[in-house]
């Protein structure tokens, strides 16, 4: 048994649970932990331009590479900067270690300089959260934390340290098993709800797989695409379940909800049965709840059994993990084809192909520019967007055919989260190309991360959708606000000179011509680049399901909003 500083404590025990790599912003409460970093040399911190920025980070280095993500920051406002990012991270479920310190333990509760009540604050937004008092609380406590935020349903779990508990000495004493009452995940289905999911499949007609992030999330993609075929079932996607199947597979039929295929909407309204994996049964992928297809009978698998039955009813709602529950469904079930129904899909995809076609014309188009970096970098590279039209695009055209090709913000649709997150997947997948697809608005939000990007040497290339709006606020109100513009327009700075003053590769493209010299010109460079795209100024994102419709009132162009 070692006698060290709770600092030390920290340290060890984020080796313990494998962390090497925290994106982190020092503060006066923290100074005792950064104190000992140099004698740890095993973890590198990184340092952030924002909290915000530290927190998106390591959410794109855990979506990147599927391990425990780690954000760091000091007391008060360095504490509440991380919250947008927690909340992010319990939103999709992504496994993140939030450490923030906090005022001696003498002055809580007393309105100290920089004291906030982080644990009350982030309360609804984590996993779980602990405020530690004594130092010899801190190995048991990491111990906990990275089992809760990595089993079950992942999630953000954090921990608050006071100043003077840093500075303590303890006994480090790391523990030999982890049992926390009340928490037991279930990986394995209950074998009678498998038996009757398995009865359903056998007598469905014209069954319909939704893969979501748990797919990705539970590394589950092979059993997805054994179970589809071998049961001839098609699959369609949320937004963070692309990559979970190849989109040339015969089987896969892209993206369904708000800016879904049409194909995929309407064969979601068509299906007697929907087998649906690893998702929340959101309202932005099935639209109106009430009338999603009240034919169809519903399986739904999914770990955390909070999710069962919250917005849809379901016949067969198993708790397990997405990967296990697939083969044993798949040992159940016999061989079958649903050739009609195959066929009655791929003629739907057939006559509506224009519905997602890259617009025609000269026009610089971000449709157009997404699909080329998408041609230039195939299934290998990373692929990080923010939230908006370009989000939009870059899920219905840059062919997200591998499981963590795609890192983008799905539950809570957070502006700004493109460049730190990239800046994390870099980190974590050093040996692949990570393409940022920014948006003008987000990309000013969380830009000052382009200097971590030049301190780590990440050669990260971003590409900006720069239209000089805010792209799918303004395509609202044009579409059901009467064409009434208010704070949408947006005046920009000059991107390729921001860029330069980072000291970073810049280039400014205006031209269809243009776009693969510039993307091959990125690539020959081996630090971070910025293209300013100068994109169309009001292009809209089709199809389209407005607010508050049903998927079968899928829209694939202006005129039929009021026809």
Request: overall charge negative; aromatic content about 6%.
């Amino acid at each position: 048994m070692t006698t060290m500083t709770g600092a030390d404590i920290v340290l060890e025990s984020l080796k313990k649970i494998g962390i090497d790599t925290v994106f982190g912003y020092p503060g006066g409460v923290v100074l005792p932990l950064y104190d000992r970093l140099p004698h740890h040399p095993e973890i590198h911190h990184i340092l952030a331009r924002h909290e915000q920025g530290a927190g998106h980070a390591a959410e794109g280095y855990a979506k990147a590479s599927g391990k425990l993500g780690c954000a760091l920051a000091t007391s008060g406002p360095g504490a509440t900067n991380l919250v947008t990012a927690i909340t992010d991270a319990m939103m999709d479920s992504i496994p993140v270690l939030f450490i923030t310190g906090n005022v001696g333990r003498n002055l809580l509760g007393r309105d100290g300089f920089q004291e906030a009540d982080i644990t009350g604050i982030t309360m609804p937004i984590t996993k779980h959260n602990y405020l530690v008092m004594r130092p010899e609380d801190l190995a048991p406590t990491f111990a906990e934390a990275a089992h809760i935020a990595t089993t079950g349903r992942p999630g953000p779990v954090h921990i608050d340290i006071p100043k003077d508990v840093f500075i303590e000495q303890a006994d480090f004493e790391w523990p030999t098993e982890i049992s926390i009452r009340g928490y037991r995940p279930s990986s394995r289905g209950n074998p009678a709800q498998v038996k009757r999911a398995a009865q359903l499949i056998r007598r469905a007609e014209r069954p319909i797989i939704f893969a979501g992030h748990g797919i990705i999330q539970g590394n589950a993609s092979e059993e997805l695409i054994e179970f589809a075929e071998k049961t001839g079932t098609p699959v369609v996607n949320t937004l963070l379940g692309l990559g979970s199947i190849p989109q040339d597979h015969a089987l896969s039929y892209g993206m369904l909800g708000m800016h879904g295929s049409y194909w995929a909407n309407h064969a979601t309204s068509a299906a007697d049965l929907i087998i649906a994996l690893g998702m929340r049964m959101d309202d932005r992928a099935l639209g109106r709840f009430d009338d999603l297809n009240p034919n169809a009978q519903i399986i739904h698998v999914d770990i955390d059994p909070a999710e069962h039955n919250k917005n849809l009813e379901a016949a067969v709602p198993i708790v397990g993990d997405v990967r296990e529950v697939l083969t044993q469904l798949s040992e159940e079930l016999e061989s079958s084809t649903h050739v009609e129904w195959i066929r009655w899909i791929d003629d739907l995809r057939r006559d509506n192909a224009e519905s997602y076609a890259l617009p025609s014309g000269s026009d610089l188009t971000t449709q157009f520019a997404e699909s080329r970096i998408a041609e230039s970098i195939g299934s290998d590279g990373v692929i990080v967007t923010g939230v908006g039209q370009h989000q939009m695009w870059a899920a219905q055209h840059m062919n997200i055919s591998r499981p963590r090709q795609l890192i983008t913000s799905g539950g809570l649709g957070t502006m700004g989260f493109e460049v730190p997150a990239a800046l994390g997947a870099a980190v974590a997948q050093p040996d692949r190309i990570v393409w940022a697809i920014c948006g003008d608005g987000g990309f000013q939000m969380t830009n000052q991360e382009i200097a971590t990007m030049v301190d780590e040497r990440l050669p990260v290339k971003m590409a900006i959708m720069n239209n000089g709006f805010l792209g799918m606020v303004r395509q609202w109100q044009e579409l059901f606000y009467d064409n009434n513009y208010v704070s949408v327009a947006m005046s920009q700075p000059d991107f390729v000179k921001l860029a330069e003053a980072y000291g970073i590769k810049a280039m400014r493209v205006t031209e269809q011509s243009e776009v693969d010299d510039a993307i091959a010109e990125a690539h020959a460079h081996d630090g971070p680049v910025l293209i300013d795209f100068q994109v169309k100024a009001e292009g809209n994102v089709w199809p389209m399901v407005p607010a508050g419709a049903a998927l079968n009132e899928t829209i694939q162009h202006a005129g039929e909003i009021n026809a």
